[in-house]
C-alpha cells in the first residue's frame, strides 16, 4: 500500500507518521532512528544551550541519516517565565539556532506551545515548511491566519502543555476537519494502528507520536522509564486523572497511549509492524470496505 498523504507530499516521507518533540531525549540518535524507519524524525533544539552544541547535534543527526528530518522549536509562554518556571526559550533566543538550521540545509520545522509568529515568516522566508503545534481549535485557527504550513492538534489524551479548554482528539479532527483549510496532523493518545487509521479516517494527514515511542530501543529515555511506561496502567485513578485533569498540573511524562507499549521494541519495529503492517491488516479484513 502506498501511504500517500499531503504531508508525505510535502516532506517526501514515506509514512505519514511524525516524531514528537522532547525535551530530554529529542537528540540526534533518536531523531535519524525515526527518519531511517520511514518516518519524520525530529530533533528538539530545547534539549540544547549553545549553537554550537545545536550546530554539533544536527550535523551528527546528517551523518546517521540522509533521510528527511525536521527541528522543534519549543517556545516558552511569557506566563511561563514569569512563574519562573524555566520552559524553554522564547521566540526571539531561537533566532540564530533557526539561521543555522536553515544554513545547514534543514527543510522541515515545527513549533509548539506559544505563538511562533516572527520564526514562523524566516522559516517560510526560507522556502522551509512550517508545522504549529497547538491544542485547541481557536489557536489553531489563528496559526492558519498566521500562514503555517500545517497544523498538529493535540488532544486532551496526549502529553504536553495541556488547556483547560482543550478537547479529545476524536473531537479536535473531525472540527478541524470543517473548520481549516490546512492539513492536520494528529496527537494525542495514538499508540496503535487503530488509532492511527481511526486518525486517518477522522480526517489527518499524518499522525504525531510521542508517548508510544519512548519506550522503543533507540530512545533515549532511561530503561526504569521506559519499564514506567509499559508497566503503567492507564485506568489507575490517580494516573487518569493527571492526563485529563488540567486543574491538576501535574508533570506528564506518558499520556493514554502508554496502554499500547507492551514491551521494548526498535522504532523499525513499531513503525513498519505496529502501525503500518497492522493497518494494512486491518484495511484487509475490514468488513465494510
Ligand atoms: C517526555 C515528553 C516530553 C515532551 N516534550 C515536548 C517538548 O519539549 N515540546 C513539545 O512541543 N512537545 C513535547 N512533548 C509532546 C509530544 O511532542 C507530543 O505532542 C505528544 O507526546 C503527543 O501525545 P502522546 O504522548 O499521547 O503521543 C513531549 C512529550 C513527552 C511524552
Redesign the pocket.
Known amino acids: 500500500m502506498k501511504w500517500q498523504t499531503k504531508i508525505t507530499e510535502m516532506t517526501n516521507i514515506e509514512y505519514p507518521i511524525i516524531m514528537?518533540?522532547?525535551?530530554?531525549?529529542?537528540k540526534a540518535e533518536f531523531t535519524a532512528a525515526f527518519s531511517n524507519a520511514g518516518g519524520l524524525g525530529i530533533l528538539?533544539a530545547?534539549n540544547f544551550k549553545t549553537i554550537e552544541e545545536f550546530t554539533e547535534e544536527i550535523k551528527k543527526v546528517k551523518e546517521l541519516t540522509n533521510k528527511p528530518w525536521g527541528i522543534?522549536f519549543?517556545i516558552s509562554p511569557p506566563i511561563s517565565n514569569k512563574q519562573g518556571k524555566n520552559l524553554?526559550r522564547d521566540e526571539d533566543s531561537y533566532l540564530q539556532f533557526l539561521n543555522i538550521a536553515i544554513d545547514e540545509g534543514v527543510k522541515i520545522f515545527t513549533t509548539?506551545?506559544y505563538n511562533a509568529k516572527k520564526i514562523g515568516e524566516r522559516i517560510q522566508d526560507a522556502e522551509c515548511y512550517w508545522f504549529h503545534?497547538c491544542s485547541t481549535i481557536k489557536h489553531a485557527k489563528s496559526a492558519e491566519k498566521a500562514g503555517v504550513d500545517a497544523i498538529?492538534l493535540?488532544g486532551l489524551?496526549?502529553?504536553?502543555f495541556k488547556n483547560p479548554y482543550q478537547n479529545t482528539t476524536l473531537v479536535n479532527l473531525t472540527m478541524a476537519k470543517k473548520l481549516l483549510n490546512i492539513p492536520i496532523i494528529a496527537?494525542?493518545?495514538?499508540?496503535d494502528a487503530r488509532g492511527f487509521l481511526g486518525a486517518l479516517f477522522m480526517g489527518a494527514e499524518a499522525v504525531?507520536?510521542?508517548?508510544?515511542i519512548?519506550p522503543t530501543k533507540e530512545s533515549l529515555a532511561s530503561d526504569y522509564w521506559k519499564k514506567k511506561i509499559i508497566r503503567q496502567n492507564i485506568f489507575d485513578d490517580k494516573f487518569h486523572k493527571k492526563v485529563f485533569h488540567y486543574a491538576l498540573k501535574e508533570s506528564?511524562?506518558?499520556?493514554?497511549?502508554a496502554g499500547h507499549c507492551e514491551k521494548i521494541i526498535s522504532i523499525e519495529d513499531f513503525i513498519k509492524n505496529s502501525i503500518i503492517e497492522q493497518s494494512e491488516e486491518i484495511i484487509k479484513n475490514c468488513s465494510f470496505l
Not at 514528537?20 to 531525549?25: D, E, K, L, V, Y
Open positions: 514528537g518533540a522532547f525535551a530530554i531525549i529529542g528538539t530545547i522543534n519549543t524553554g509548539s506551545a503545534k498538529t493535540v489524551e496526549g502529553t504536553g496527537a494525542g493518545g495514538i499508540g504525531c507520536f510521542g508517548t508510544a519512548i506528564l511524562d506518558a499520556s493514554m497511549a
